[in-house]
């Protein structure tokens, strides 16, 4: 069964760090870009980052870009995100989403790009 498995929310502070890692089983990530998506509550679900399948390529929203940096281990078949200086607004479910490309550089943007999705972390930022 192929199957993208996010863990690593929680509950952090303004200014605190938290890193959220997506695992693939079933499939490897060899070939996928992955896509890092958030979804607050009564907003709509924006895209925060995505790597390359080669990890060469990176795109971040301006909303996070200097904060976040997204990484990849290919060898664990796992993909991070790592969350500095957290703001209150950072606060919703974090879903990764793997898109199958045959481009070692292509970071796709759309949600509508991407095959796989997990079931979501729960990251909240609050003092």
């Known amino acids: 069964q192929l199957q993208l498995v996010e863990s690593g929310g929680g509950l952090v502070q303004p200014g605190g760090s938290l890193r959220v890692s997506c695992a693939a089983s079933g499939f490897t990530l060899d070939y996928y870009a992955i896509g890092w998506f958030r979804q607050a509550p009564g907003k709509e679900r924006e895209g925060v980052s995505c790597?390359?399948?080669?990890?060469?390529?990176?795109s971040y929203a301006d909303s996070v870009k200097g904060r976040f940096t997204i990484s990849r281990d290919n060898a664990k078949n796992t993909v991070y995100l790592q969350m500095n200086s957290l703001k209150p607004e950072d606060t919703a479910v974090y879903y990764c989403?793997?898109?199958?490309?045959?481009?070692?550089?292509?970071?796709?943007?759309?949600?509508?790009?991407?095959?796989?999705w997990g079931q979501g972390t729960q990251v909240t930022v609050s003092s």
């Open positions: 790597i390359s399948s080669s990890g060469g390529r990176t």
């Open positions: 989403a793997a898109s199958y490309s045959d481009s070692y550089y292509y970071v796709p943007v759309s949600p509508n790009e991407y095959d796989y």
